[in-house]
């Protein structure tokens, strides 16, 4: 496996059902053990929001692969894993005349939802097909230079408190979405 970086971008990691569940799949992978695949879990890194830039950076020229792993809150990213590209993708590292260490990098979407497949389309309830909700964050990998890879979505993964969801269902797909990452980024 390349070098293969894995942001985790939960607010509320403890919490989560689909996010731990990836979390945890690829932290019992041999290429974690062996160092080829790192995590960086914002939440517990950075409780108090506050980001090391230089050691995300740092991170980020160490990796060929980057994957952001997140549950879509209002159609993108979570707050903390927006900070985190604010101010990690700078001017002169990720975009500007010298910025060029995120060039060539593969980059890879793999999230949840809460939502169900069929409500991301053209006149369903969310209007938009994901593709179309991610185009800020395409548009940004291509300022940087990076490689868009196909995100890897789950669909119908809700955990909201005051929403009933069958978290042994869910925990089960996630683990399926666990794998099918797994394999995503040993080819990639
Ligand atoms: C603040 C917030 C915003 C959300 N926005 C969306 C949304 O825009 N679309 C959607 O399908 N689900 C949305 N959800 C549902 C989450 O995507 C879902 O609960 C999450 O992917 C489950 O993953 P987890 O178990 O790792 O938290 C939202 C949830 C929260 C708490």
Redesign the pocket.
Known sequence: MNNTLIIVG?P?YE??????TITEFLNATPEFLTGSLKIRNLISLYPDYKIDIDAEQDALSWADVVVLQF??????V?AILKLWMDEVFSYGFAYGKTGNKMNGKKLLLS?????PQE?YAAGAR?NFNIEELLFPIKQTSNLMGTQWENPLVS?G????SGIESDKTV?VEK?KLHALKLYELCQKA
């Open positions: 939960h509320t919490s989560s059902f689909t996010t731990k549950p879509f809150y209002w159609y993108s979570p999230f949840s939802t809460g939502g409500a969310n669909f993964m809700v955990n909201i869910t996630a």
